[in-house]
């Protein structure tokens, strides 16, 4: 208080001409002050614009969940809308903080896409209610490791955590492609319509990524779907019949999907939930590097992994799934020099306010799935570049080129030759078929097993 005080005395707010790159690296100080709450007219706008840079993202795993569970349009909304409504208690909670819970640091909550290529399988097979009681499980593991996070951060180096989100790019793309062909079961599969409109989204959105700077260019995906729909509504592609048909208001009812404990679920969910710990670590301290400019502290991190675990539980009751820390946003704070939580709690209340509108989760279910397709092949490309990225932390030595070469090949070999494990019992086919499950714990079972040189030892001192 005293600092902030000394921020409003007479001598600066007299300052002459001759003191003024003073005043100007003041206010930049202020801007990456975590606790600092810019001028609403200001910090609205702000907060907005964190929920558009998600928005898409955060939409598009209860989609391709419905999609993969042959839910109807109603069950659809109503994953949307969910989505929407827990991501923004979770970013709440992130941000202002509970008690130990939450980093409180300038971070957007919002849908995994990790989980995906595990989830899918279980809610083809099983049913959502199986994914829900898993999640539920799943998110009171991650809130552990985030409890002893110090002790347990040794299974996670970047040759473990880098693995991990490449694994989950390269697994995710088949799931896109099949939305750039109409959507899974589709009559008209691969009809030119489709590619047409998916190869235009796709265009869009990677010259406004690319060619614009700003919001234009972090909205690139929300712009990109936009002009998607645009074009796709003269086809007869874009229905919104079911938007009139939709409440207005509506409160969240816990429970209306169901949970059900299903051991191979529980064991699949809750491995991914304990190694997507590694990303959680990875965003918190990079939105404090990148946005306060310092390292994250012990406590943030604690407190940052316990939220996203806890949020994760509390969205299984609620009918969505489990929650992590957008990296999107993690750029946008480091690109606007805005580190406020406030701004980002702003942002959060937006969206606890959407997922009370049913209408808008019938708004964006009916985004035709080609136009979904041709912006997430993008978004999980950008995935598993971010995984290269976080293996560039770690020595390229036979023992981390090992590590990282058996887990591609147990992902990716093992779901495309499923006749290998047709004769095993269906729970193990389950945690197979899904790719993710044997490669994310090939990596963690050989970074414990494998001898380590000196340059190991220092890369996991320093992750």
Same mark, same amino acid.
């Given at each position: 208080?005293?600092?902030?005080?000394?921020?409003?005395?007479?001598?600066?707010?007299?300052?002459?001409?001759?003191?003024?790159? &003073?005043?100007?690296?003041?206010?930049?100080?202020?801007?990456?002050?975590?606790?600092?709450?810019?001028?609403?007219?200001?910090?609205?706008?702000?907060?907005?614009?964190?929920?558009?840079?998600?928005?898409?993202?955060?939409?598009?795993?209860?989609?391709?969940?419905?999609?993969?569970?042959?839910?109807?349009?109603?069950?659809?909304?109503?994953?949307?809308?969910?989505?929407?409504?827990?991501?923004?208690?979770?970013?709440?909670?992130?941000?202002?903080?509970?008690?130990?819970?939450?980093?409180?640091?300038?971070?957007?909550?919002?849908?995994?896409?990790?989980?995906?290529?595990?989830?899918?399988?279980?809610?083809?097979?099983?049913?959502?209610?199986?994914?829900?009681?898993?999640?539920?499980?799943?998110?009171?593991?991650?809130?552990?490791?985030?409890?002893?996070?110090?002790?347990?951060?040794?299974?996670?180096?970047?040759?473990?955590?880098?693995?991990?989100?490449?694994?989950?790019?390269?697994?995710?793309?088949?799931?896109? &492609?099949?939305?750039?062909?109409?959507?899974?079961?589709?009559?008209?599969?691969?009809?030119?319509?489709?590619?047409?409109?998916?190869?235009?989204? &796709?265009?869009?959105?990677?010259?406004?990524?690319?060619?614009?700077?700003?919001?234009?260019?972090?909205?690139?995906?929300?712009?990109?779907?936009?002009?998607?729909?645009?074009?796709?509504?003269?086809?007869?592609?874009?229905?919104?019949?079911?938007?009139?048909?939709?409440?207005?208001?509506?409160?969240?009812?816990?429970?209306?999907?169901?949970?059900?404990?299903?051991?191979?679920?529980?064991?699949?969910?809750?491995?991914?939930?304990?190694?997507?710990?590694?990303?959680?670590?990875?965003?918190?301290?990079?939105?404090?590097?990148?946005?306060?400019?310092?390292?994250?502290?012990?406590?943030?991190?604690?407190?940052?992994?316990?939220?996203?675990?806890?949020?994760?539980?509390?969205?299984?009751?609620?009918?969505?799934?489990?929650?992590?820390?957008?990296?999107?946003?993690?750029?946008?704070?480091?690109?606007?020099?805005?580190?406020?939580?406030?701004?980002?709690?702003?942002?959060?209340?937006?969206?606890?306010?959407?997922?009370?509108?049913?209408?808008?989760?019938?708004?964006?279910?009916?985004?035709?799935?080609?136009?979904?397709?041709?912006?997430?092949?993008?978004?999980?490309?950008?995935?598993?570049?971010?995984?290269?990225?976080?293996?560039?932390?770690?020595?390229?030595?036979?023992?981390?080129?090992?590590?990282?070469?058996?887990?591609?090949?147990?992902?990716?070999?093992?779901?495309?030759?499923?006749?290998?494990?047709?004769?095993?019992?269906?729970?193990?086919?389950?945690?197979?078929?899904?790719?993710?499950?044997?490669?994310?714990?090939?990596?963690?079972?050989?970074?414990?097993?494998?001898?380590?040189?000196?340059?190991?030892?220092?890369?996991?001192?320093?992750?």
């Amino acid at each position: 208080m005293s600092q902030e005080a000394a921020s409003r005395s007479p001598v600066v707010d007299t300052a002459t001409p001759r003191k003024q790159p &003073f005043t100007a690296e003041k206010t930049d100080a202020r801007l990456r002050d975590v606790d600092y709450l810019p001028p609403l007219r200001k910090a609205i706008p702000l907060g907005i614009q964190h929920v558009l840079a998600m928005f898409v993202s955060n939409a598009a795993v209860p989609l391709i969940i419905a999609g993969a569970a042959g839910l109807s349009g109603a069950d659809t909304m109503f994953l949307v809308q969910m989505a929407m409504f827990v991501a923004g208690v979770a970013t709440l909670v992130q941000t202002l903080g509970v008690g130990p819970l939450g980093a409180r640091l300038p971070i957007v909550m919002g849908t995994s896409f990790g989980f995906v290529p595990v989830m899918i399988p279980i809610a083809a097979s099983q049913g959502l209610p199986a994914v829900f009681g898993g999640a539920l499980v799943g998110g009171l593991a991650m809130a552990v490791v985030g409890l002893f996070y110090k002790r347990l951060s040794v299974f996670f180096p970047p040759v473990v955590s880098g693995t991990f989100v490449l694994l989950i790019g390269i697994l995710l793309l088949p799931v896109g &492609f099949a939305y750039v062909g109409g959507g899974v079961g589709a009559s008209d599969f691969g009809a030119p319509h489709h590619l047409l409109l998916a190869a235009l989204v &796709f265009v869009v959105t990677v010259a406004f990524h690319q060619f614009c700077r700003g919001f234009l260019s972090e909205a690139a995906v929300l712009i990109g779907i936009l002009v998607g729909c645009v074009v796709a509504a003269p086809m007869g592609l874009l229905d919104f019949a079911k938007v009139g048909d939709a409440r207005w208001f509506q409160l969240p009812i816990p429970f209306q999907v169901g949970l059900a404990f299903d051991p191979v679920a529980i064991l699949a969910i809750a491995l991914m939930a304990v190694v997507t710990c590694a990303e959680s670590i990875g965003d918190i301290s990079g939105t404090a590097i990148g946005g306060a400019e310092r390292e994250a502290t012990p406590r943030e991190l604690s407190g940052g992994v316990m939220a996203d675990g806890l949020s994760s539980s509390f969205a299984a009751l609620f009918g969505a799934f489990p929650q992590i820390s957008f990296s999107q946003n993690v750029g946008l704070v480091a690109l606007t020099g805005v580190a406020s939580r406030f701004v980002v709690a702003i942002g959060g209340a937006f969206l606890v306010l959407a997922g009370l509108v049913p209408k808008l989760g019938a708004i964006v279910s009916a985004i035709p799935a080609a136009v979904l397709g041709g912006a997430v092949i993008i978004m999980f490309g950008m995935i598993a570049s971010a995984g290269v990225k976080m293996l560039s932390h770690a020595a390229f030595n036979k023992r981390n080129m090992l590590i990282v070469g058996v887990s591609l090949a147990l992902a990716i070999g093992l779901p495309a030759q499923s006749g290998l494990y047709e004769n095993a019992p269906q729970q193990i086919g389950v945690l197979l078929e899904s790719g993710l499950i044997p490669g994310a714990l090939a990596s963690i079972v050989l970074n414990l097993i494998l001898p380590r040189d000196h340059c190991d030892t220092g890369d996991a001192a320093k992750h």
